[in-house]
């Protein structure tokens, strides 16, 4: 079991910047391939961008690849999402996950942490 916390959400212009962060309880977070999710009002989640445990390799949505950057801190059990060039239509809830290794599915989600982007 792993507790994730996000914070750093907030309201930003169009075309501004933000980091998300997602802290994690327990010792094996290095253990974890990590993802961020959002989630609009009255839209199904979606998958946003993914981490492996050591940092080598991510993965992210068509939408908005080339303007977030997923990265992890193991010493600090801390994820990130930078995100920029920020756009209305990004405004969402946005959730930290965890996946065990070896296992298809997120197991492991946080509280959400709100991001809203004016025009």
């Known amino acids: 079991q792993v507790q994730l916390v996000e914070s750093g959400g907030g309201l930003v212009q169009a075309g501004g910047s933000l980091k998300l962060s997602c802290a994690a309880s327990g010792r094996a977070f290095s253990s974890y391939a990590m993802g961020w999710f959002r989630q609009a009002p009255g839209k199904e989640r979606e998958f946003v961008g993914g981490?492996?445990?050591?940092?080598?390799?991510?993965y992210y949505a068509n939408s908005v690849k080339d303007r977030f950057t997923i990265s992890r801190d193991n010493a600090k059990s801390t994820v990130y999402l930078q995100m920029i060039s920020l756009r209305p239509e990004d405004t969402a809830v946005y959730f930290c996950?965890?996946?065990?290794?070896?296992?298809?599915?997120?197991?492991?989600w946080g509280q959400g942490t709100q991001v809203t982007v004016s025009s």
């Open positions: 996950a965890a996946r065990r290794f070896g296992k298809a599915e997120y197991d492991y």
């Open positions: 981490i492996n445990r050591d940092n080598s390799s991510t």
